[in-house]
C-alpha cells in the first residue's frame, strides 16, 4: 500500500520521487523538501543518504538527551561514591597512622626502660657480687674469732648443770689435767635451737694451740668417750669433739656431708675452718669454699 508524503499527503510515483525516513519509515517528497530529483541520483550513486524526519529528530534528540544526562548522573553518582569511600579510606589511614605514631612513641619509651633496665640488671649483678663477697668476707671474719674454740657434741643436758665440771671430765679422758688453765670459758651454744636436750658445748681456749693440743689429744684417743664416761649413768651417746664454726661455716659443712654421703666421699671433715672433700685415701683433698663447687664434682 502506497505510503503517503508526510508533507502533502499524497503518495510518491515515478514522477514525485521521495525519500524514506531511516528511522520510522515515513516518506516526504524531494520536491516536498525542495530537492531536485538529480541530487537523489547523486546520492543514491555515493551511497545513498540517510534522511529523517523532523519528529524523529527531535524524538531521538531528547532521547539521546536523556540517555547522555542519565549517564552523567549514574557518573556523577558514582564519582560522589567514590568520593565518599575515598574520605572514609583517608580517615581510616589517618586513624592507623594515628596508632602508629602511638604505638612507636610507646615502642620508644619500652626501649628506654629497657635500657634502663638492662643497666639495672648489671648494677644487681654487681650488688649481688659485692654482697656475696662482703658475706663471705664476714664468714672469714666469724670462722676467724672461732679460731680458738672446739664444740663438744652429744653431752646430754640437765637442768642446773655445771658445764664447766662436764670439760674437766672430758679432760680427764683425754689425759689433759688443769684445763681451767687453758680455757677461758665453756658454755651451751645459744643460737641452734635445742635437738633431743643436747645443744653442743663451745670450749672457748686462750689460745689456738691450747685448742690444737684438746683436738690432738681427742683424735688420738683409740676408744671413743660416752656419756656414761663422764658421769651420765643409764645415758649411752657418743661425744665428738669439732672445730668451731660460724653459721654459715656450720651449713656448708652439713651440706658437704650429705653430698659426700650421697655420691660415695669416704672422708668430709673440717680443718682451721676449711671444709674438706676426699673420695678416697689415694684421691686429691678438696677444698669446698661454697655450694657452688659441690656443684661442679661429679655426682
Known amino acids: 500500500m502506497p505510503v503517503n508524503c508526510v508533507s502533502c499527503r499524497t503518495p510518491g510515483s515515478r514522477n514525485k520521487p ?16 525542495g530537492v531536485q530529483s538529480n541530487v537523489l541520483k547523486n546520492f543514491g550513486d555515493a551511497g545513498g543518504i540517510k534522511w529523517v524526519c523532523s519528529e524523529c529528530s527531535s524524538g531521538s534528540a531528547t532521547s539521546s538527551y536523556v540517555n547522555i544526562g542519565g549517564k552523567l548522573d549514574k557518573i556523577v553518582s558514582d564519582l560522589a561514591s567514590i568520593t565518599s569511600q575515598q574520605s572514609e579510606f583517608i580517615r581510616s589511614l589517618n586513624y592507623f597512622g594515628q596508632k602508629i605514631d602511638d604505638f612507636e612513641s610507646k615502642l620508644v619509651t619500652f626501649e628506654k ?39 663438744i657434741v652429744g653431752v646430754p643436758e640437765r637442768k ?33 635451737p ?45 661425744i665428738y669433739v669439732n672445730e668451731s664454726l660460724s653459721k654459715d661455716s656450720r651449713s656448708l659443712f652439713n651440706t658437704t656431708r650429705k653430698f659426700a654421703k650421697d655420691n660415695k666421699f669416704k672422708f668430709c671433715w673440717v680443718q682451721d675452718g676449711r671444709v674438706l672433700l676426699r673420695r678416697d685415701e689415694t684421691s686429691k683433698i678438696l677444698r669446698v669454699t661454697s655450694e657452688k663447687d659441690l656443684a661442679k664434682l661429679p655426682q
Open 194 to 238: 635445742r635437738k633431743d636436750n643436747n645443744r653442743p658445748i663451745v670450749i672457748d681456749f686462750k689460745s689456738k694451740s691450747y685448742r690444737d693440743n684438746f683436738l690432738r689429744a681427742y683424735k688420738g684417743k683409740k676408744d671413743t668417750i660416752r656419756s656414761s664416761d663422764i658421769g651420765f649413768e643409764g645415758v649411752e651417746t657418743t
Open 160 to 192: 642446773n648443770e655445771n658445764v664447766s665440771s662436764i670439760v674437766e671430765r672430758i679432760a680427764l679422758r683425754l689425759n689433759i689435767s688443769n684445763i681451767k688453765d687453758f680455757v677461758e670459758g665453756c658454755h651451751r651454744i645459744h643460737f641452734m
Open 18 to 33: 521521495a525519500v524514506r525516513c531511516f528511522s520510522c519509515n515515513n516518506e516526504i517528497h524531494l520536491s516536498c523538501l
Open 113 to 151: 626502660i629497657n635500657d634502663r633496665l638492662d643497666g639495672m640488671d648489671v648494677r644487681l649483678g654487681t650488688l649481688e657480687r659485692e654482697n656475696m663477697r662482703l658475706h663471705q668476707e664476714v664468714n672469714i671474719l666469724q670462722q676467724q674469732l672461732k679460731a680458738r674454740s672446739l664444740d
